[in-house]
């Protein structure tokens, strides 16, 4: 048998909201090549980034589908921003890891200064006993890119499909341990091998229960689940660039609801309240230890405009809704980064 590397994804990154990505994943029945059910997750990211964020696109892969325009004299610079779905640019990131070379779902490089953050991202539809078996490769990956940059702020995205009842499960997508699939089994002298692939045997109804469910009868999230949970607390929480590199410096994760009328909510309740992994304080965790290191704590590059991330004119087209096309822009599930008036 020999190896046949899959066609990377090449569709252009859209402009979605959280919902929406969270949608696509939970509702994914695609192939495992497609990497469609975790692209528009890397898409929602790139655009918060932005919006939220106030880093230039440009700097962002894969880019989103915006566009900076500037205005006004350098003291008074206002940074207006424009949807143009004709910018945005599919792709990974090439990062150079102390060990290896690794390609990165968002990175975000501010000339010249290099890759200062990244966020790798997991989506689980199934096999949820198995989770905690390759914590030691999502370490690694950690590791791996803080040897070379330590002062990059580095984040975990994961979001697990809520699968509730044994047709949830079997609804469900088999997806490769690394979401995307990048290479599969063909035989070479099988001239139908590769549009052909070998059924799995079909599973029991009580190794889909053990496996493959995630929250029980009771409304309880399974123990593989809270074990994983447990594991990514433990690698999370990385504060300044001389703490633990094999730290990410924000982890989250989300159980997404797969249910028609209600396919991309996050289940509330868990992660529990107390819990560093709670999505709404994914991204401000990750703003903050970049302004820490490459703004606060370098003045001079700040000054000269090479770190400092941009606030928006309020007037940019992108916020006034008053368009017909903008009647079918997402609405947005964060504040977004406007200057004040």
Known sequence: M??????????????LNGPQAFREFATHKGGVQSARHIKPLHWYIASRLV????????????????????????SRRR??????????????QVVLGGLKTKNVDVVVNR???????????KGVTKAFRNLTN???????????????YPAMVIGYFAVLRANRTIEDALQAPDLDEEDTATEVDTDENDEGAENEQEAPAP???????????????????VEGIRRFHAALRDMTARRGIRDEISRYEAMTMALIDPHDGSAGNVISGFPPLDSPLLLQSFFKTLYERYDERFVYGAPSLADRGFTTRLEWDAESPIFVRNSLEASSWPILDFEARIAAS
Request: with cysteine; aromatic share 6%.
């Open 2 to 15: 020999a190896k046949r590397k899959s066609k990377p994804d090449t569709s252009p990154p859209q402009w």
């Open 51 to 74: 919006l939220e964020g106030g880093f230039p696109p440009t700097d962002i892969t894969p880019r989103p589908p915006f566009r900076i325009e500037e205005k006004g004299p350098k």
């Open 79 to 92: 940074f207006v921003l424009h949807y143009d779905p004709a910018a945005a640019q599919a792709g990974e």
């Open 111 to 121: 000339h010249p200064v290099g890759p200062v953050l990244a966020v790798s991202c």
């Open 134 to 148: 390759r914590m030691e490769e999502t370490i690694g990956e950690c590791t791996n890119l803080h040897i070379t």
């Open 203 to 221: 599973k029991s109804i009580e190794k889909l229960k053990a496996n493959d469910i995630a929250i029980l009868d009771d409304g309880n999230v």
